[in-house]
């Protein structure tokens, strides 16, 4: 039998960073959102021998799934499990793929061994791969704070559209916290303003890009996490795909029309043939 479960991109629609504290993480106030751009994730039940293939991209040997296997290990037997992953969220994009297909991996096991794995243990195993990880357990959209792993999932969103773009290159997540470090702001409080972010003090060149979007008609653009990926909002499914029309004349990078995702949307599992 093989089962394939939901590995959906998120958006964070706020994204407050507070200064590096003793522990040297650097606690953040957030809201996330699941988004309809998902990689495919597929576990065959009846391998005989464990195996993780990623396709369409080159991750390396060691990554969020694999370390989420060895995590899961400590709690509970696993059988055989050959996972196979098509890729389709962009890495250094600030849309959470890896850590969406950590959680993918979590929540199979979870639905899987439901005796021999608890939530608690799950929470542990996310917590311990990824800041971001916990988010994608909770899905549809979540309040994070602390280091994001403190969550609070909120209502379902009203029908929205995204129009999401990934310039050529790519930021490192770790480079990106380390120019925030020299500068100094006030650490923003909840509620927050639906696309701030304050990554994009760093990133000039992206957020011009956001405010392309809004040229295209978005009814507010701004950057994902650490980017480089941005998102505009709109409130019509036309009209994301004629924004998404003149960023391909323009020539700005990949770019997906996606709907934002209920929680039932981003967590679903399902057996096939």
Same mark, same amino acid.
């Given at each position: 039998?093989?089962i394939?479960?939901?590995s959906?991109?998120?958006?964070?629609?706020?994204?407050? !960073?507070?200064?590096?504290d $003793? $522990?040297?993480?650097?606690p953040?106030r957030?809201?996330?959102?699941?988004?309809?751009?998902? *990689?495919?994730?597929?576990?065959?039940?009846?391998?005989t021998?464990?195996?993780?293939?990623?396709? *369409?991209?080159?991750?390396?040997?060691?990554?969020?799934?694999?370390?989420?296997?060895?995590l899961?290990a400590?709690?509970?037997n696993?059988?055989?499990?050959? +996972?196979q992953i %098509?890729?389709?969220?962009?890495?250094?994009?600030?849309?959470?793929?890896g850590?969406s297909?950590?959680?993918?991996?979590i929540r199979?096991v979870?639905?899987?061994?439901?005796?021999?794995?608890?939530?608690?243990?799950?929470?542990?195993?996310?917590?311990? !791969?990824?800041? *971001?990880?916990?988010? @994608?357990? !909770?899905?549809?959209?979540?309040?994070?704070?602390?280091y994001g792993?403190?969550?609070?999932?909120?209502?379902?969103p009203?029908?929205?559209?995204?129009?999401?773009?990934?310039?050529?290159?790519?930021? $490192?997540?770790?480079d990106?916290?380390?120019?925030?470090?020299?500068?100094? @702001?006030? @650490?923003?409080?909840?509620?927050?303003? !639906?696309? =701030?972010?304050? @990554?994009?003090?760093?990133a000039?060149?992206?957020?011009?890009l956001?405010?392309r979007?809004?040229?295209f008609?978005?009814?507010?653009?701004a950057?994902?996490?650490?980017?480089?990926?941005? =998102?505009?909002?709109?409130?019509?499914e036309?009209?994301?795909?004629?924004?998404? %029309? &003149?960023? *391909?004349?323009?020539?700005?990078? &990949?770019?997906w029309v996606?709907?934002?995702?209920?929680r039932?949307?981003?967590l679903? +599992?399902? $057996?096939?043939d």
């Open positions: 039998m093989v394939e479960v939901a959906p991109a998120k958006l964070n629609l706020f994204l407050a !960073v507070g200064p590096r $003793s $522990s040297g993480y650097h953040i957030t809201e996330f959102q699941a988004i309809g751009l998902m *990689d495919e994730v597929r576990i065959d039940l009846d391998a021998s464990p195996s993780v293939e990623f396709l *369409d991209a080159e991750i390396p040997p060691n990554n969020t799934v694999t370390k989420s296997l060895r899961i400590e709690f509970c696993l059988p055989p499990l050959g +996972i %098509r890729k389709v969220i962009p890495s250094e994009a600030g849309l959470g793929g850590s297909n950590a959680a993918a991996i199979a979870r639905h899987l061994l439901p005796e021999y794995f608890s939530a608690e243990d799950a929470l542990s195993v996310a917590r311990a !791969v990824g800041a *971001d990880v916990p988010f @994608f357990l !909770v899905g549809g959209r979540a309040r994070g704070e602390g792993e403190q969550l609070t999932p909120l209502p379902d009203e029908p929205t559209y995204a129009l999401v773009l990934k310039p050529e290159y790519g930021h $490192s997540t770790a990106m916290y380390r120019a925030l470090d020299q500068l100094e @702001f006030p @650490f923003a409080e909840f509620p927050g303003k !639906v696309g =701030y972010n304050d @990554f994009e003090r760093v000039c060149e992206t957020t011009d956001a405010e979007l809004q040229m008609g978005a009814n507010m653009a950057m994902t996490g650490s980017g480089s990926a941005v =998102y505009g909002l709109f409130e019509r036309s009209e994301a795909n004629e924004a998404n %029309r &003149q960023s *391909d004349a323009e020539n700005l990078g &990949q770019s996606v709907p934002f995702l209920t039932a949307e981003s679903w +599992i399902r $057996s096939t």
